[in-house]
C-alpha cells in the first residue's frame, strides 16, 4: 500500500527545544490511533528554516505549511487533516494580509531562496541514509569514483567557482589541488563545524538536517586530494548534530560508503569526530589544528598553510560544512551549472542566519549578489515592529555594520570586503533606530576579548583597550582624543596581529566610526545615546502633564524610586534610578520620557 | 554495498522521495475528502490515484486534498489542474475512475468525459 | 608523484629594502634582513626556538603588497623585496610596544634584568615616552617555591619562551599557558606551584625570558653576609663552564678562558680559599670509571651506567624514569663532592672545626641551588656540604658590586689542596666532556694505558644525540664500549626508549654508557650563565674548554697528582667505604605533581 501522505516535523535544534519531539511522538501516536499510521509518513527531518515560527509542521502532497504547532496540535492534524483531508485552518502561516498561506509557495520567506546547501533539510529524515540516497545522495561519489580521476574532480570545483564559506572566501579547488600537490605519504582533510559567531547556526543545522551531504562531500574531497582520513571539528555543544553525525557515519560504514574500499572501488577513506570545548579562536584553521593534535588552541603562523604542513605536518586542507554541502551538487549537476548562480566573482548560494530585529528570523539560503534589501524586507519580512532599519551586522564579531545606503548591495564576497565588513560563516544581524550601534560594538568587542586566545600582544592587550576605550564612550567619559586612540590601536591590530581573529576584531569599531560617527558624537560631544540604550547616558523622567497617576509605573519600578499620589503627576527619584526601563514599558500613557 | 546495491536503493526510494517535493510539479489533483466523500469511497479513489501515478512513474503530480465541495451527490469528488487543458471537476469517481483519470487526462490529455462535471471549480467557489 | 629531487642547499635571491642578497633556502625574512645589515626587533623569536610570532612586533611588508607579516615566520620567496620599515611599520611597532608597556609594570629600577632587559632596550631604541593607554597591569603572586628560580608572572608579556624551552626543547612541560585572551598567563599546568609541578630547575626558562618574569634566586646578599662573619671561614669553589662565560659580562668574547682572573676577582671578594670543581670532577672521573669497570668488565651492576652529575638530568630521571634508578651512576657531582671534601678533608688537614666552615659554589646552573639540598646524602660532611650555589650571572653582580675592574686582574692561581685540575675535569662543562674524561680514565683501568689519543672526537659537537664507541684492549682482544651522549632534555627520551626496548626484547644493548646534559650544549648554555646563549656562543664556549683541556699538562683524571694524594691522604680507593660515605649518593621516586 503506497503512502498518501507525508508528515514532516522539524527536528532542529531550536524547533527541538519548543518541544517538536513530543510533537512528533504524538502525532505517530495519534496516527496509529486513527489507523492511518500505514498511509502516513511522520518524519523528523532537518531544520526548514523558518526558525521564528518554529516549530513547523508541513503536511505533503497538499504543503500545508503549520506554524508555532504545540504538541496538543497535533491530535487535530491527524484527525483533521490526515484522515479527513482537511486542513487546520488556524495552525496555517498567515501572510502578511492575514491570508493563510496554501503552501510554501505563498509564504514570501521562501520566495526568493534557492536551495543547494539545504536542499535536504527539512525534506528527508537525516537518520535514514536510504531517504539521503533516494535523493541522490552519494550519486556524486559514485560518479567520482568510477567515472573521474582527482584532478577531474579539482577542475569541475575549478569550473563551479566555488569558494569557501567559512570566511574569507579562498577558492576551494586552489585549497583541494596544493594539497594533493604536496608531496607526502599522509593527507588529512578536515571539516570544520566549530560555528562560534554569535547568532550563527547555519552550519549546525546543515549538519542536523543533511548529514551524509556531508560526509560525501569530504569522500569526495578525500578521493580528490589523495587523503584516506578526516576529521570534524565540531563543538561539544552541538549534541544534536553530533549525535546525527555519529548515526550518520554508522549508517554509512556498515553499507560500506565509508570505511575500507569504498563500494568496490579501492578507495579508502574514514571519518573521526572531534569534539571542541567552544572557543572561538579554534574556528581559526591553525589553531583548530592544534586542538585537534591536542595541543592547546592557539593560532600558528601561516605560511606555511595547512595545504603544504597541517596536521601532525601533514597536508591538510580545511573547509567549513557549507563548503562541503555544495560539493556533491557541484559534481552531479556539474561546475559550469553552478557557476551560473550568483555574482562574477562569487557563485551559487550563501545561507543566512537571519536575526535581531527583525519579522521572519531563521535560516535562509539566497543566491548570492541577492541585496540587503531583498533579505531583510523580502524574505525578513522587515523590522520588528515597523521600526526604522538602522542596519545590519554581517560576518560576526569579525565583520562589520552596514548602514541603510547599502540595502541595495548586492551580497558577495568582494562588496562586503569593500564595505569593511566581511562575508564571514553568514550570520545577518538586523539592527533598528532602537538598538545602539555604539552599544553593539561593545557587545562584539566584548566577545573578541573574551575570546582572543592570549597568543599575540596585538590582539591580546589591543581588543581590551578598545573595548575600554568603547565603555568609556557608552558611559560619556570619552573624549575626541579616544576616537584617534582607536583608530591607532585599531592600525596597528589589523596589521601585527598573528591571526584573523586579532586582525578582525576592529571591524566592528572602525565601520561604526565610518558609518555612523554621528553616533559616536552623540555619546563623546551631547552625552547622548540617541537610542536609549546606553544606561548611563539616559534619563527617565515623567511628563507632568501626561501622568494621569494611575501608578503602574510605581508598582513596576523594582527600585521603588517612583512617588507620587493616585491620579496625580508621579515623579522619579533620579538619585536611586536604575535605568532599568520598566517605567518606559509599563506606561501605556506614553508619559514616560527617556532623554 | 555493492555500488549496483546502491543504485537499486536510490531508484527505489526515489519515487518515494520525489512525491515530497513541489517544486517542479504542474499538474494537481485535489480530492474531496469530506465526510461525504469520505463516505463515498474518497479515500479509495485517493489510493488509486498515488498507485497508479506510482505505477506509471508520472512525476509531475501533486495530489492534494480538501474539504467537501459542495457536490455530495456526486462523491468522490476529483478537481484536476494542468497547464494546457481546462481545469476540470469529475464526479463519482471510483477507482477505476481514478485509473481511468490518470490514463486518459493527464497522459493523453483526452478528458474522461462520463464522469465530468463541467464547471471549474474557481468559479464554484467564487460564488459561494 | 614529483620526481625525487637531490637534497642540496639551494639559495634563494632576494632583497631586502632594494638591497640584493641571496641566502639559504627557508632562511626566515628577520634572518635574511641581518644578512642585509638590517636588524629587525622582535620580542618573541630566539635562535634556540621555532618561532611562532607571538609579540607583533618584527613585522614587515613585502613590497606590492599592503599586508604585513611577521619576519621571524615568513621565509623567504625568490625575488621578492621585503620592506623593514616603512613609516607604517614604524607606527605599528610603536603601537605595538606601547600596548605592551601598558600591561607592563614600570619598575625597572627594582627588577632583576635592569640593564640586560630585551623589552627596556626596545623602549630605549623607540624613545617611549610614556604609554597612551590606559594601564592594566594585573597584580599575580610570585612563584618562588623552588629554590631555583623566581617566577613573576606581573612582568611576563607572554612572548611563550619559556614555555616553548620548556617543552620543546627540555619535554618537561612544567610551564603551560592558562587561561584565554588578557587573563592569559604563564604558570605551571593546573595553576600549582612550581615546586609541585615537574619543573627540573634547569633554569632554560629564565636564561631565555627577554625580561625579569623568570629569573634565578639570588643568594648574593646570602654570601655577602658570610663574608662579613668573622666566625666563619668561607671558600669558594668554580665550576667548570663558569670560566668561558664569565668574562662575556665584562666585554670578553664567549668562550674567553679566564681562570686566572675568577680565582683573582673571588679573592678580592674575600674568600679564604679559591678552589676549583674541575679537581673534583676528577674525582667524579675516577668513581664514575671505577664503577663503569666494575658494571662493564665485572658484571657488577646494571648497564648501561648513566652519568648524574647534571642535577636537572637527576631530578628529571626520578620523575620521569624512575625506573632507570638502578642504571644511574651513584657518584655525586662533582660540586657536591667538591663539598664534602671541603668540610671533611680539609677541614681536618687545616684542623678547622667543618661548623665554621662556609663552602660557596660558583655554577653555571639554577638547579644546583637545588642540589645542595636533594637529600640527606648532601650533608656527608655533618652539614650542607655546600651551604651556597650561585650562578654565573650572581657572580658577576657581586664582582661588579665590589667594583672590580675584572679585566685589569692579574691571572692568580686556585689553593691547594683542591685546585689542580687535568684537562679531563674542565671540559666536564661541555656535551660530551663527561663522556670523554670518563672514557680516558676507563680506558687506563681495563688496559692498563692510556689512550695514545686523548681526544675522543666522536663525543664532541651539537648533535643533540651522539653515538659512538670505543675499543679498548683488554687480555688481548679489543673490547667495543657502545656510547650515546644526549644534551637538551627532549633528546633524552629516544635513548632512553633504545635501551628499554631493547631491555624489553632481550636484545643487545645498544649503549653501555650514557651522558646526559639537560641544557643544550652542556653546561656551558646552563640557566645561570650569561644571558644570550645561541648555539654560536655555546659552540665558542665549548672551544674554550676544549683549548683549557688542549693545553692541559694533564690530560686524565687519574694522572692529576691532586686527585693521587686525595686517595693516598684520605680516600683510600675508588669506590672505598670512605668513598661510598662521602662521594656517593642514593635517588628517589618523584611524582611528577607533589600532592
Redesign the interface.
Known amino acids: 500500500?503506497?503512502?498518501?501522505n507525508?508528515c514532516?516535523v522539524c527536528g532542529g535544534t531550536g524547533c527541538e527545544s519548543s518541544k517538536s519531539d513530543e510533537i512528533y511522538k504524538k502525532l505517530k501516536e495519534h496516527a496509529e490511533k486513527a489507523g492511518i499510521s500505514k498511509?502516513v509518513q511522520i518524519v523528523k527531518t532537518g531544520c526548514f528554516g523558518f526558525c521564528e515560527k518554529g516549530p513547523i509542521v508541513k503536511i505533503?502532497?497538499?504543503?500545508s505549511f503549520y506554524v508555532e504547532v504545540k504538541p496538543s496540535d497535533a491530535e487535530q492534524i491527524v484527525n483533521e487533516?490526515l484522515v479527513?483531508?482537511?486542513p487546520v485552518h488556524s495552525l496555517l502561516y498567515k501572510t502578511s494580509d492575514q491570508v493563510a498561506a496554501k503552501?510554501?509557495?505563498d509564504i514570501k520567506f521562501y520566495q526568493k531562496q534557492v536551495r543547494i546547501v539545504l536542499r535536504n533539510c527539512g525534506?528527508?529524515d537525516p537518520e535514514n541514509v536510504?531517504?539521503y540516497?533516494?535523493?541522490?545522495?552519494?550519486?556524486a561519489l559514485?560518479k567520482v569514483l568510477?567515472e573521474m580521476t582527482p584532478e577531474q574532480v579539482i577542475d569541475e570545483l575549478k569550473k563551479s567557482g566555488l569558494r569557501g564559506r567559512g570566511g574569507a572566501g579562498f577558492p576551494t579547488w586552489l585549497k583541494w589541488s596544493s594539497t594533493r600537490?604536496t608531496?607526502a605519504d599522509q593527507r588529512y582533510v578536515i571539516c570544520n563545524a566549530d560555528e562560534g559567531d554569535p547568532g550563527a547556526y547555519m552550519d549546525r543545522s546543515t549538519l542536523e538536517g543533511d548529514p551524509h551531504s556531508v560526509l560525501e562531500a569530504m569522500t569526495i574531497a578525500g578521493y580528490a586530494q589523495g587523503a584516506t582520513k578526516g576529521f570534524i571539528y565540531i563543538r561539544a555543544e552541538y549534541p544534536l548534530a553530533i549525535h546525527r553525525l555519529e548515526v550518520a557515519m554508522k549508517q554509512s560504514r556498515e553499507?560500506?560508503?565509508l570505511g575500507k574500499n569504498i563500494?568496490?572501488s579501492g578507495f579508502d577513506f574514514d571519518v573521526e569526530i572531534r569534539l571542541g570545548a567552544g572557543?572561538f579562536v579554534c574556528g581559526e584553521e591553525t589553531a583548530l589544528m592544534q586542538s585537534i593534535e591536542g595541543k592547546?588552541g592557539?593560532p600558528?603562523?601561516k605560511?606555511p598553510f595547512p595545504s603544504e604542513s597541517g596536521l601532525w605536518g601533514k597536508p591538510t586542507s580545511i573547509n567549513n560544512v557549507e563548503t562541503y554541502a555544495n560539493v556533491p551538487v557541484i559534481i552531479l549537476k556539474g561546475g559550469d551549472w553552478f557557476a551560473s548562480i550568483g555574482t562574477a566573482t562569487s557563485k551559487g548560494t550563501k545561507v543566512f542566519a537571519l536575526t535581531g530585529a527583525i519579522n521572519n528570523s531563521g535560516l535562509v539560503e539566497v543566491p548570492m549578489g541577492t541585496t540587503l534589501r531583498e533579505i531583510v524586507y523580502d524574505i525578513g519580512g522587515g523590522i520588528k515592529g515597523g521600526r526604522a532599519f538602522k542596519a545590519v551586522q554581517s560576518g560576526g564579531p569579525s565583520g562589520g555594520v552596514l548602514s541603510a545606503e547599502f540595502l541595495d548591495t548586492p551580497i558577495d564576497y568582494e562588496s562586503l570586503t569593500k564595505l569593511g565588513s566581511m562575508m564571514g560563516s553568514g550570520g545577518l544581524i538586523v539592527m533598528s533606530e532602537d538598538d545602539c550601534i555604539v552599544d553593539v560594538v561593545r557587545f562584539y568587542l566584548e566577545f573578541s576579548?573574551?575570546?582572543?586566545?592570549?597568543?599575540?600582544?596585538?590582539c591580546?592587550?589591543?581588543?581590551?583597550?578598545l573595548l575600554?576605550?568603547i565603555e568609556k564612550v557608552t558611559k560619556g567619559n570619552a573624549t575626541l582624543e579616544d576616537i584617534d586612540?582607536m583608530r591607532?590601536?585599531s592600525?596597528?591590530m589589523q596589521?601585527?596581529?598573528?591571526c584573523m581573529l586579532g586582525g578582525t576584531t576592529p571591524n566592528p569599531v572602525l565601520s561604526t566610526l565610518k558609518y555612523f560617527e554621528k553616533e559616536y558624537m552623540a555619546h563623546i560631544v551631547d552625552k547622548k545615546c540617541p537610542a536609549g540604550k546606553c544606561k548611563d547616558l539616559v534619563t527617565y523622567s515623567i511628563d507632568q502633564e501626561k501622568c494621569i497617576g494611575c501608578t503602574v509605573c510605581a508598582r513596576k519600578c523594582p527600585q521603588n524610586c517612583i512617588a507620587g499620589e493616585r491620579k496625580l503627576p508621579h515623579e522619579i527619584d533620579q538619585s536611586r534610578c536604575i535605568k532599568c526601563g520598566a517605567c518606559y514599558e509599563a506606561c501605556k500613557f506614553g508619559a514616560v520620557l527617556v532623554s | 554495498m555493492t555500488l549496483q546495491e546502491l543504485r537499486t536503493m536510490r531508484e527505489a526510494g526515489k519515487k518515494a522521495m520525489e512525491r515530497r517535493i513541489v517544486e517542479g510539479k504542474t499538474i494537481e489533483i485535489v480530492v474531496g475528502m469530506g465526510t461525504c466523500g469520505i463516505a463515498a469511497g474518497a479515500k479509495e479513489t485517493l489510493d488509486a490515484f498515488v498507485d497508479e501515478l506510482t505505477s506509471k512513474d508520472v512525476k509531475n503530480v501533486v495530489i492534494k486534498q480538501t474539504g467537501c465541495m459542495g457536490f455530495c451527490h456526486s462523491e468522490p469528488t476529483v478537481e484536476v489542474h494542468m497547464d494546457g487543458m481546462p481545469d476540470i471537476i469529475y464526479g463519482n469517481v471510483d477507482v477505476e475512475t481514478a485509473r481511468q483519470i490518470v490514463h486518459s487526462h493527464i497522459l493523453e490529455k483526452r478528458l474522461v468525459d462520463k464522469h465530468v462535471f463541467d464547471r471549474p471549480a474557481k468559479d464554484i467557489v467564487k460564488e459561494k | 608523484m614529483s620526481p625525487t629531487v637531490m637534497k642540496e642547499t639551494k639559495t634563494v635571491n632576494i632583497k631586502v629594502n632594494g638591497k640584493p642578497v641571496t641566502v639559504p633556502e627557508g632562511t626566515s625574512v628577520l634572518k635574511a634582513a641581518r644578512l642585509a645589515d638590517t636588524k629587525i626587533p622582535s620580542l618573541c623569536t630566539h635562535p634556540d626556538l621555532k618561532s611562532w610570532g607571538a609579540c607583533g612586533i618584527c613585522v614587515v611588508r613585502v613590497e606590492g603588497s599592503p599586508k604585513m607579516v611577521r619576519s621571524c615566520t615568513t621565509t623567504v620567496v625568490e625575488g621578492q623585496n621585503y620592506i623593514t620599515h616603512d613609516p607604517d611599520i614604524v607606527e605599528t611597532r610603536r603601537t605595538v610596544l606601547e600596548l605592551i608597556m601598558s600591561n607592563h609594570p614600570n619598575d625597572c629600577l627594582n627588577c632583576p634584568r635592569n640593564g640586560s632587559c630585551e623589552l627596556q632596550a626596545l623602549c630605549g631604541e623607540f624613545g617611549m615616552r610614556g604609554v597612551p593607554f590606559e594601564m592594566g597591569i594585573r597584580d599575580l603572586p610570585v612563584d618562588d617555591s623552588t629554590p631555583s628560580i623566581i617566577l613573576n608572572p606581573t612582568k611576563c608579556i607572554n612572548c611563550g619562551r619559556c614555555a616553548l624551552v620548556c617543552q620543546q626543547l627540555q619535554d618537561v612541560w612544567a610551564l603551560e599557558f592558562l587561561n584565554r585572551g588578557d587573563q592569559t598567563r604563564i604558570a605551571p599546568a593546573g595553576d600549582v606551584k612550581l615546586a609541585e609541578s615537574p619543573c627540573i630547575k634547569c633554569g632554560q626558562c629564565s636564561a631565555h625570558c627577554p625580561v625579569g618574569a623568570i629569573t634565578e634566586v639570588d643568594e648574593t646578599r646570602k654570601v655577602w653576609n658570610f663574608l662579613r662573619d668573622k666566625e666563619k671561614h668561607v671558600v669558594v669553589q668554580i665550576a667548570p663552564a663558569v670560566r668561558v662565560a664569565l668574562g662575556e659580562e665584562f666585554g670578553y668574547e664567549p668562550g674567553t678562558v679566564v681562570t686566572g682572573k675568577v680565582y683573582a676577582a673571588l679573592r678580592r671578594l674575600g674568600f679564604a680559599k679559591v678552589f676549583d670543581t674541575n679537581l673534583s670532577a676528577d674525582l667524579t672521573i675516577m668513581e664514575e670509571a671505577s664503577e663503569f669497570v666494575e658494571r662493564f668488565a665485572h658484571g657488577h651492576g646494571e648497564l648501561p651506567l648513566i652519568t648524574s652529575c647534571c642535577p636537572s638530568w637527576v631530578d628529571y630521571m626520578e620523575k620521569y624514569y624512575s625506573d632507570m634508578i638502578p642504571n644511574f651512576s651513584t657518584a655525586k657531582s662533582p660540586m657536591m663532592m667538591m663539598g664534602s671534601m671541603i668540610k671533611t678533608y680539609y677541614a681536618q688537614k687545616e684542623k678547622i672545626d667543618s661548623k665554621n666552615i662556609v663552602s660557596v659554589a660558583i655554577m653555571p646552573c639554577t638547579a644546583k641551588k637545588y642540589e645542595i639540598q636533594r637529600s640527606e646524602d648532601m650533608k656527608s660532611s655533618g652539614h650542607l656540604d655546600v651551604d651556597v650555589s650561585l650562578t654565573t650571572r650572581e657572580l658577576s653582580r657581586m664582582i661588579k658590586q665590589a667594583g672590580i675592574c675584572f679585566r685589569d686582574l692579574p691571572d692568580e692561581a686556585a689553593d691547594t689542596p683542591l685546585g689542580a685540575y687535568s684537562g679531563a675535569g674542565t671540559i666536564f662543562g661541555a656535551t660530551g666532556g663527561v663522556m670523554e674524561a670518563a672514557l680516558r680514565t676507563a680506558y687506563n683501568m681495563v688496559s692498563g694505558k692510556n689512550l695514545g689519543k686523548v681526544e675522543i672526537a666522536t663525543a664532541r659537537g651539537m648533535e643533540g644525540v651522539k653515538v659512538a664507541s670505543v675499543m679498548i684492549p683488554a687480555g688481548g682482544k679489543e673490547i667495543e664500549v657502545k656510547f650515546a651522549v644526549a644534551h637538551g632534555m627532549a633528546n633524552v627520551r629516544d635513548v632512553m626508549n633504545q635501551v628499554k626496548e631493547a631491555k624489553a626484547a632481550g636484545k643487545e644493548l645498544p649503549f653501555h654508557f650514557i651522558e646526559v646534559m639537560a641544557c643544550r650544549g652542556g653546561c656551558v648554555a646552563g640557566g645561570g650563565q650569561p644571558y644570550g646563549s645561541t648555539d654560536e656562543v655555546r659552540q665558542k664556549r665549548i672551544a674554550g674548554l676544549y683549548s683549557d683541556d688542549a693545553h692541559a699538562a694533564v690530560r686524565c683524571s687519574h694522572d692529576n697528582p691532586a686527585i693521587q694524594n686525595l686517595y693516598k691522604d684520605f680516600l683510600g680507593k675508588p669506590l672505598s667505604q670512605k668513598s661510598h660515605e662521602l662521594l656517593h649518593t642514593h635517588y628517589f621516586v618523584r611524582p611528577l605533581y607533589v600532592k
Open positions: 500500500m503506497a503512502l498518501n507525508y514532516l498511509q505533503l502532497p497538499d504543503e487533516h479527513k483531508g482537511r503552501s510554501e509557495a525534506i528527508i536510504q531517504e540516497i533516494s535523493r541522490d545522495g552519494y550519486a559514485e568510477f600537490k608531496p553499507m560500506g560508503l563500494l568496490g572557543a592547546r592557539m600558528v603562523p605560511p576579548v573574551e575570546e582572543s586566545c592570549g597568543k599575540c600582544a596585538p591580546r592587550i589591543g581588543g581590551r583597550k575600554n576605550l586612540t591607532q590601536i592600525f596597528a596589521r601585527a596581529s598573528l
